[in-house]
């Protein structure tokens, strides 16, 4: 497999701990990436539910 920050060939065996990264350094690099909401299109599915706004709560009337 390769990297997925660097496309630099990598171990994918458990030896290697920062899988699928090849180094620590890719490693944090995608999560800075994260962070720099770089990948926050992959991730509006889940915001959506967040912030359930389009579903207001059914108000109840107790006489
Ligand atoms: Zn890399």
């Known amino acids: ?3 997925p920050i660097c496309r630099k060939e990598t ?3 458990p ?5 699928p ?7 944090t690099r995608d999560l800075g990436a994260w ?3 770089n990948y926050r299109v992959a991730g ?10 389009d579903c207001p709560a059914p ?3 107790i006489h």
């Open 11 to 13: 171990d994918a065996s």
């Open 35 to 37: 962070a720099g909401e």
């Open 15 to 19: 030896a290697n701990r920062f899988r």
């Open 44 to 53: 509006r599915e889940t915001e959506d539910v967040e912030h359930p706004d």
């Open 1 to 3: 497999m390769r990297c």
């Open 59 to 61: 108000k109840k009337i």
């Open 21 to 27: 990264f090849c180094s620590e350094r890719c490693r």
